[in-house]
């Protein structure tokens, strides 16, 4: 047995490994390679001949381990894709959503270069239903047999509807091995969605480490955050809080959160616009797999009814509403993509409210270095947009409690699980190289054999 990491190495973007039992291959995610340092078309660049996978397991939707599935298969990949149901269902809109983005690059990069087109998308729309048609939804919990020497089971790893760990058991050559793949791990008590769930215990690891050595702040909750926010913003002043979200998991989490919030008297109600057609599909595949929430969401359900929908909350439907709400002059809050403020509806708000002083901008994730949401987060009181040059004077503000993301106490935590008597390596993926130095270092003092792979590099097992 040969795991071979492709993807993801020193690196968050990309997730990519390659598990070869004899001559059946598995393919453990196809993520899209977004780094910095990485042009797009690099990604057409397959270290195997594609047709050669037998098999692909997709641990959830998210674009850095989804998103270059299309190109697999216009490559010549023509087997099936095993992940969870929600997770085939968001995984088709994120990758349709890939498609406009990768066609709105090719046309700016054009008008850029006066009429030369920019890099052509890496696949279309025809491709991503392509795809589609190849997802096979196997339940959670569920051993599922690939051939008579490999079965695979999904494991609930928290983070986003529908995500897993993956296990595998192996008869190789007549020894029982079985190696795992952490996919990305939720944090506990997450608005929504499941907490991580142990693994069984097993000979090999390969776990993320996108927050080894960083903590999540645990002085106050999701509510108290939210509400302390508000009454500054839209109670005590008439003000407007703007929040960008990422349309899929994190806007969920939110509205949830909002939900308790109002329904529960805990403030005045305050009307809430959630502007984002991706966040509006996702929300009816959440309502779709309402079963597999968490114990908490499930309850609220059973007390209060739908929830993602009360009094004082309206969907955006289309762009002219959207436009519409800079002529809104009442308190309210607006809930907007993208997450780090490059694209999407989020910026007609900033454009119209960076120069309100009555506004609030708080952001519930992480926005990378060269974003407009770090140079406002930086503190820059100029900031260019459209053209413009506008003065900051909306507050910025910014939390840590929506993150999706396992800190490193959760880290150490699902690593430990495992018997280190009984578990021969973990390898450590997904992640700066700060923050797996970070999550080796404590694991190797507990007595773990802690690997940290370069690209390309194989392991046999």
Partial sequence: MKLTIWGAAKQVT???????????????????????????EENEIFPFRPNDIDVVILTHAHIDHSGNLPT????????????????????????????????????????????NSGPRPLYLQKHVMDTVGQFVTISFNTPFKLNGNIEVELIPSGHLLGAASVILRVNDEGKQKSIAFSGDLGRKNYPVIVDPQALPQ??????????????????KSVEQILVETIEDTCIKTPGRLIIPAFSI????????????????????????????????????????????????????????????????????????????????????????SAG?????????????????????????????????????????????????ELAVYAKIKQTDVFSGHADHSDLVHFVTSQSRDHIKSVFLVHGENQSMRSLQEDLCEKGYNVIIPEKAESFTL
């Avoid at 997730?15 to 977004?34: A, F, P, Q, T």
């Avoid at 409210?353 to 901008?361: D, E, G, H, K």
């Fill in 249 to 336: 998991g994190r806007t969920q989490a939110l509205v949830y959160a909002l939900n308790k919030i109002f329904s529960s008297g805990l403030l005045p109600p305050v009307k809430i616009f959630v502007d984002s057609p991706l966040a509006n599909y996702a929300t009816e595949i959440y309502r779709k797999h309402h079963k597999l929430l968490n114990d908490e969401a499930r309850s609220f359900y059973d007390n209060n009814g739908d929830e993602f929908e009360f009094d004082n909350l309206h969907y955006v439907q289309n762009m002219k509403e959207s436009k519409s709400l800079s002529n809104y002059l009442e308190p309210c809050i607006i809930v907007s």
């Fill in 14 to 40: 990309g997730s990519m490994h390659l598990l070869e039992v004899g001559k059946y291959r598995i393919l453990i995610d196809c993520g899209l390679d977004y780094e910095k340092s990485t042009r797009q």
């Fill in 340 to 388: 780090m403020l490059e694209g999407g509806r989020i910026q007609d708000h900033l454009y119209h409210n960076l120069q309100n002083y009555y506004c609030t901008i708080l952001f519930i994730g992480y926005s990378s270095k060269g974003t407009l949401g770090h140079r406002l987060l930086r503190g820059d009181q100029f900031v260019h947009l459209r053209d413009r």
């Fill in 72 to 115: 697999l298969l216009r490559m010549g990949f023509e087997g099936q894709i095993l992940c969870t149901s929600p997770t085939a269902d968001l995984a088709e809109l994120l990758l349709l959503d890939s498609v406009n983005l990768f066609l709105a690059k090719t046309k700016k990069k054009g008008r850029r270069s006066r009429g």
């Fill in 202 to 219: 097993v000979d090999y690891l390969v776990c993320e480490s996108t927050y080894g050595g960083r903590y999540h702040s645990k002085e």
